[in-house]
Every structure is written in C-alpha cells, then in structure tokens.
C-alpha cells in the first residue's frame, strides 16, 4: 500500500483526529503494565527475571552487566566506537551550553538569586526490541552526567547477549551502572528498586506504549521526563524541495516502529506525488521494510496538499511535531511562525538522522502533540533550582505593610506576625503603638 495523498481542506473529522490526536496505544495496555509494576515493586529480582523469561526469551542470570559495557567498549569495530565516541563529545558540547549559572543579585537594600544542584540518582531507559539504540543511551546519560548526577543507571532489554554496541555507548557516556532488564519491568525497577536495582529519583528515555505506560504509572512515585510515543515526523515542504530528500526523511523515521507516524504537507500537488512515488521506491527491499509498511499506513501518516503555505504552516502548528522539517525555500520565515516543535531540522541537508545520532541536539522529544507544552531532555531535565533570598532590616521594613496587608486578607495572622515581631514594640516605620494612640 502506498502514503495515501490527501488535501487538507478535505481532511473529515476522523481524519483530522488522527492526525492531531495521536495515540501511542498506551491506555490499551496500562491495566497489565499495572500488574507488572506492582509485581516488581512487590517480588524484585524475582519478577524481573521472570518476565525477562515471559517477554524476551532470555534467561538472566547477573542483571548488573556493567563489567560487560567496558569490555564491549574494547571489542566493538574501531570504527563504530569512534562513530560513539564522535556522536557523544557532540551531545556533550551543545549540552554544556545549557548549563545554567547560579546567580544572587542586589534589590532594594535586599539580595535575590537562584542556584541550580543536580538530582542524585536518575535511571535512563534505553530501547532494545527490534533494534538496538545506542544513541538514546548516548541522549539520557550524557546530559544528565553534564548536570552533574552522580549516579546514572541504565536499563535496556536483555539478550544472549545484550547488544555491545548499547553496552559500549553506556560506557563512553559515562554511565554508572547498566542493568539487563526492558519494558515496563524496566521502568519499574529503576522507580522502586530492587535487590540488584538501585532506586532513582527520575525516569527518563524513550519506548514503546509499554514503557510509556510504566512511566505514566510510576509518575508520582518518581519524576519522570514525559511520556514519549513512538517516532514521527512532520515535513514542511514547497515546489523548491528535493521529493526524494523528503521522502528519505519520511522512510527513515517509519523504520522506527509500525506505530510511527510520517507526514509531509507541501502547497504544490506535482510534489505530494513525487514525495509519495518516492517513498514507495525508497521502501522495497528495506530491512524493515515490514515496518517501514504498517507505519505508512498508519491512519495518521499521509502526504498532504495545502491550499498555500499559510495552510501548511497552520497545520504544522497544530500537529506540534516530535521532529519538524521545513524543506522550503524560506525557511526561516516559516520557521518563525511555528511555535510547537520538539526539533526542527531546517534546510535539505539537514535529515532528522543528524539530530537522531550526531549533531548534538537530543532526539528524546515529545511525541503526540506534547510539544505544545514542553520541549525535549536537555541538561534542566536533571536538575532542580533553589530560590535564595536575605533582607536586611530597611529591605523588610519597605515589604512590611505588603506582607502583613496580604498575609491577613488570606486570614494568616501568623504569617503577618512573623513580620511585625521583628520590630518589637514597634511599627516597622519607626513609630510606637502607644504614642500613636496617645
């Protein structure tokens, strides 16, 4: 089956709905990722090997395989470690950058500031299932290392054995610990601890609806990053575009996962039928091309024509991609009226693949229509601000009639006290109670 090319003034409803309102499957599957969390959270070690048996064929003996990662670092291809090591001093430069400064400033006779300290443990979840992402180990634990956590754990799905390659970029990120262990037994064994598993402050890291559902049920119990579905990507595209660029974009990011979703929406119809010819060529013979299928005909995947590039730019608006690519001639310009975007990737040589392993930017993004509300990983992810304030007594005294007027209105006599009490006797501007009286 082909991208099926549509317009979007003749979108109905339902379609419109699956477009906008995507849905990672994760509320079909929470009533059993709850029985696993719970029989983790209750069984430790216990549960969790005994649904690396159920859902990943393997038998587990240490779950701890950090002494493995070194050794994988040593013995992958020359070339693959120094793709790793290239990928990670990129992802730790433009993450550097983020690195917020304490800072106390002077008001008002007063001093006000912010500082920023880092969580102490944090768990980054790295996908396993039908590939290997050593990348995603690469976008969790470098950034929480350049915040300055202490101790980062990951977990990623066993196998006979776990994928080096995963194992190695562990190793080159800086990664604490590794454990064997996937799916929502994953999430749950880093929230609650486990006999191996050494409980953390937060959750991060993409995956499946079963992974996304653990973090939507651990939430509360641990932080976590956000609830991340599967991939997609939104290409804004005009009559100046390579088709068979954006189609490239459209096939790599289907190869992700049956549930991913790929759009281009492009004002010029002789494009929608390049861009969809392409993907079709693009797709036989791929070695997911299975995937690369059932993500294309995905009810939320499509080639879509826009009555002008206004249309186009409305649509992107709403859709708030996880990844967005303007294929366009002004780029800039329409770049500027799009505020809802996890990551944009502007320009025909700059693929989404860039962003996924080796420019610097992070591919943990937010997924269906979650870029309306919050951006992707980044170094504040991993760390929490403290307020820091001291008055001196005319800084106090020049507040005290706010405080005090406000603090009653509430009804907190106490709270108007604790002001007026460090004045003694008398009103904080300098006058006495009886003498006003008298």
């Keep these: 089956m082909q991208l099926t090319v549509r317009e979007v003034a003749e979108l109905s409803p339902d379609e419109r709905a699956a477009f906008f309102e995507r849905d990672a499957g994760v509320a079909e599957v929470r009533s059993d990722v709850r029985d696993i969390v719970s029989r983790v959270r209750e069984e430790g070690d216990v549960a969790v090997r005994n649904f690396c048996r159920e859902f990943d064929g393997v038998e587990v003996g240490n779950l701890d395989v950090t002494d493995d990662a070194e050794r994988a670092a040593e013995e992958i291809a020359d070339d693959v470690r120094e793709a790793i090591e290239t990928a990670a001093a990129n992802v730790r430069e433009f993450h550097e950058r983020q690195v917020p400064d304490d800072w106390r400033d002077s008001f008002d006779a007063g ?66 610990r590794i454990y064997s262990v996937g799916g929502a037994q994953g999430v749950a064994a880093l929230a609650y601890g486990t006999e191996t598993v050494k409980a953390v402050q937060k959750v991060v890291g993409p995956g ?29 595209a005009d009559e100046t575009c390579d088709p068979e660029f954006v189609a ?9 996962d049956p549930n991913a979703s790929v759009v281009a929406v492009t004002d010029d119809r002789a494009v929608a039928d390049a861009v969809r010819d392409a993907v079709e060529r693009q797709t036989e013979g791929r070695a997911r091309e299975d995937t690369i299928r059932a993500a294309l005909e995905n009810d939320a995947s499509g080639v879509l024509v826009a009555r002008s590039m206004s249309e186009a730019v409305l649509f992107a608006e709403e859709y708030a991609a996880e990844h967005l690519s303007i294929q366009a001639d002004d780029d800039e310009a329409l770049l500027d009226r799009i505020s809802n975007a996890g990551s944009v990737f502007l320009g025909p040589y700059t693929p989404v693949a860039a962003g996924d392993y080796a420019s610097g930017t ?69 006058s006495d109670d009886a003498g006003d009286a008298a």
Excluded: C
């Design 362 to 430: 992070n591919h943990v993004l937010p997924t269906s229509g979650g870029a309306k509300r919050y951006g992707g990983l980044s170094v504040e992810t991993f760390l929490r601000s403290t307020t820091v304030q001291r008055l001196d007594e005319g800084a106090l005294s020049g507040l005290s009639d706010t405080i005090t007027t406000l603090a009653e209105a509430e009804g907190l006599e106490a709270h108007a006290e604790s002001v007026r009490a460090r004045f003694g006797d008398e009103t904080p501007d300098g």
């Design 111 to 176: 001093e006000l500031g912010r500082r920023f300290r880092p969580l102490d443990r944090v768990g980054v979840y790295a996908p396993g299932g039908t590939a290997a992402y050593p990348s995603s180990v690469l976008m969790g634990v470098v950034p929480a290392k350049v915040a300055g956590v202490e101790h980062v754990a990951v977990v990623t799905p066993p196998g006979d054995p776990v994928n080096p390659i995963t194992l190695a970029a562990a190793h080159v990120a800086g990664a604490d």
């Design 208 to 236: 499946n609806k079963w992974v996304t559902a653990a973090k939507a049920e651990v939430r509360g119990d641990v932080d976590i990053d956000f609830l991340a579905g599967p991939s997609e990507v939104l290409v804004v």
């Design 248 to 256: 490239a974009d459209l096939v790599a990011q289907a190869e992700h």
